[in-house]
T-cell receptor
Framework: DSGVTQTPKHLITATGQRVTLRCSPR?????VYWYQQSLDQGLQFLIQ???????AKGNILERFSAQQFPDLHSELNLSSLELGDSALYFC??????????FGPGTRLTVT | AQTVTQSQPEMSVQEAETVTLSCTYD???????LFWYKQPPSRQMILVIR??????QNATENRFSVNFQKAAKSFSLKISDSQLGDAAMYFC?????????????FGTGTLLAVQP
């Protein structure tokens, strides 16, 4: 158990819908990272937050957004969902950036 | 831009034997971190081992060790005394030190099978 929690574990939704994925980092970790794992794109960095502020963006679509709250938990919002958004979404956290610890992931299926 | 290459899509090893997974990377930076992550069928990403580029000594964690060749930009993972529980997808990952982000750049993975 990495200490990072993610909810829900599985999500099935229809095209055009909007979903919110939630992540709670390890106690004391200020940085949260979101990654997407899909069969065709592999593991890709989406976005990073540090202590409530956006730190960096990767290959994140404009339909996706995220935030980190004062209690350091983070949410990833995916809207206008398309079939191609079906993937495993991971959250990771770190205290000093040397090592990132991953949550169990949320499997999103868009039908 | 930095890239990570894992040229072995699949590997197989007999239980109790030793196996080495390969990883090469490309970067113009002199300071960075390298990692191996394990992803078993449960899909959880588990940190196996990490290496700081400024350290010449190869990292070791129990049965897992790395061979870090900075000049060759090579970072292989050796698993000794392989166990059935080692069967998983293994990802090599790179991270810059400093800069605006600590994002991880992953290779495409190597699927390791362990034969009893």
């Amino acid at each position: 158990d990495s200490g990072v929690t993610q909810t829900p574990k599985h999500l099935i939704t229809a095209t055009g819908q909007r979903v919110t994925l939630r992540c709670s980092p390890r106690s004391g970790d200020l940085s949260v990272y979101w990654y997407q794992q899909s069969l065709d794109q592999g593991l890709q960095f989406l976005i990073q937050y540090y202590n409530g502020e956006e730190r960096a963006k990767g290959n994140i679509l404009e339909r996706f957004s995220a935030q980190q709250f004062p209690d350091l938990h983070s949410e990833l919002n995916l809207s206008s969902l398309e079939l191609g958004d079906s993937a495993l979404y991971f959250c990771a956290s770190s205290v000093d950036g040397r090592a990132q610890y991953f949550g169990p992931g949320t499997r999103l299926t868009v039908t | 831009a930095q890239t990570v290459t894992q040229s072995q899509p699949e590997m197989s090893v007999q239980e109790a034997e030793t196996v080495t997974l390969s990883c090469t990377y490309d970067t113009s930076e002199s300071d960075y971190y390298l990692f191996w992550y394990k992803q078993p069928p449960s899909r959880q990403m588990i940190l196996v081992i990490r290496q700081e580029a400024y350290k010449q000594q190869n990292a070791t964690e129990n049965r897992f060790s790395v061979n870090f060749q900075k000049a060759a930009k090579s970072f292989s993972l050796k698993i000794s005394d392989s166990q059935l529980g080692d069967a998983a997808m293994y990802f090599c990952a790179y991270r810059n030190v400093g800069g605006a982000t600590n994002k991880l750049i992953f290779g495409t993975g190597t699927l390791l099978a362990v034969q009893p």
